[in-house]
């Protein structure tokens, strides 16, 4: 996981904003009606908001799983 000081600093991943159904805007308590990649001086980081990278698929074959 990246520091804290390396999360790229936007609204849809702000505390303080929650993102409309559709996801194309965030309503923020400070400034309102804001776009989810924009960002303000209230960022507050939440990391419940972040999407996690998933894993690249790894194959395996049968002959691995034999003892």
């Known amino acids: 996981m990246k520091?804290?000081?390396e999360i790229t600093k936007k609204?849809?991943?702000c505390e303080i904003g929650r993102v409309s159904?559709?996801?194309k805007s965030v309503f923020c308590?400070?400034?309102g009606v804001m776009e989810p990649d924009?960002?303000?001086g209230h960022f507050r980081y939440?990391?419940?908001k972040r999407e996690p990278k998933l894993p690249k698929k790894q194959s395996f074959s049968a002959d691995e799983?034999?003892?």
Do not use: I, N, R
Request: charged content about 40%.
């Open 65 to 67: 799983f034999e003892l």
């Open 11 to 13: 609204c849809a991943l």
């Open 38 to 40: 924009e960002k303000c």
């Open 21 to 23: 159904a559709d996801g």
């Open 29 to 31: 308590e400070k400034k």
């Open 46 to 48: 939440d990391p419940l």
């Open 3 to 5: 520091p804290h000081t």
